[in-house]
């Protein structure tokens, strides 16, 4: 069965094209098809129409106890035209989640009946379009964007709270907008109280080659580390930034608060053995509604540091030719080089960094020289190792 739609009967027609030149007859039915009645045709060979067709019937040629037999419903579209009375914004006890658009709007049913004589309706559908915004994690910004959301019944639309000041617009219905005769109504600007709450970092700090760490995850490692975060949300919606810093040492299950920021961009350095834990909490402007992003952990190891026993300085360039140290998560760091007889020959404080067995541009003689390593450790506690190294040089 198929339901035609019309706005407006004036010269409204139907047709029936068959195979051969047989004479159709059609017929008109109110409610079922077997109690129709016969209604004029005019037909040109095999082409019949019927010219004064009724909107509320239904219409179909030949015998209704064929199962060929195809039938039409006329209805007149223009006789009910939803009419738009109110549209109002109920944010309810759950509005940072969710609020409900509700509409009142009179549209009768677009009923038909089957030739079965079963009654039965075709569906409306409403639309309802509103600003909000879609967070672009890859470009770190947040973009505006309509939403358009289908309902069948707008007296009760509920929707996700928006991430900005938008008014809602229903339309409707869909065969009025088909038709060009469409329908609007609107409600004043919302204010947004929704947030969102999203972050970025960027770590300070590159491994070096003599360090190393089982990094637990990629913010953690050998410390100390140096990270800046950036508060990201849906302003002018978010009104205020929040972090959070807590901190569990290493061995301990009690989690300590340690540090609280207001700005948007926070740098802190993470210098203490155990697991930090980062938090952004966002709160609107009106301080209804907030929204938190939790950091992946911040896990800083234990302080190691290990010293070669000897190095040989311009015999093999690229392979121990320089006294580095080997270590994970040294917060100070200085290391003195003395001969035998107490002299200080080198120091540098870049953990880092090494001696490459020169004084003042030339390479010491072979033979054992002295250190002495003071550093502090990411439990907090300074320490101070002392040992030798020997200096091995090729006879050439």
Known sequence: MEIYLLHGMQGAQISYTSSGQEKHQWFRYKIKANESVPVESVQVGNVSTVTNIEEGYGYYVGSNLSPATSYVWIIDYSKYLPVFHSININEGND????????????????????????????????????????????????????????????????IQSPLQDTDFTLNGDQYAEHFGVGKTISTPVYQAVKVEAHRSYIREKNKAPNEFSGEASDLGGSGPIHITFTGHANEPVAGMYIWKISFTPEGSTVSQSIARYTDKTISYNFDREGVYKVQLEVIDRQSVCNDTNVVDPVTIGKTQIIVPQAFSPGSSPGVNDEFRISYTSVVNFKCTIFNRWGTKLYEWNDPARGWDGRVNGRFVPTGVYFYIIQYKGTDGKNKTKKGSVNVLRAKY
């Open 95 to 158: 509005k940072c989640r969710k609020i409900i658009i509700n509409a009142s709007v009179d549209a009768a049913d677009l009923g038909y009946y089957t030739p079965t004589g079963v009654y039965d309706k075709l569906p409306r559908k409403y639309k309802l379009t509103y600003a909000t915004l879609k967070w672009e994690e890859e470009s770190l910004i947040f973009i505006s964007q309509y939403e358009d959301v289908s309902y069948n019944n707008p007296s009760i639309m509920e």
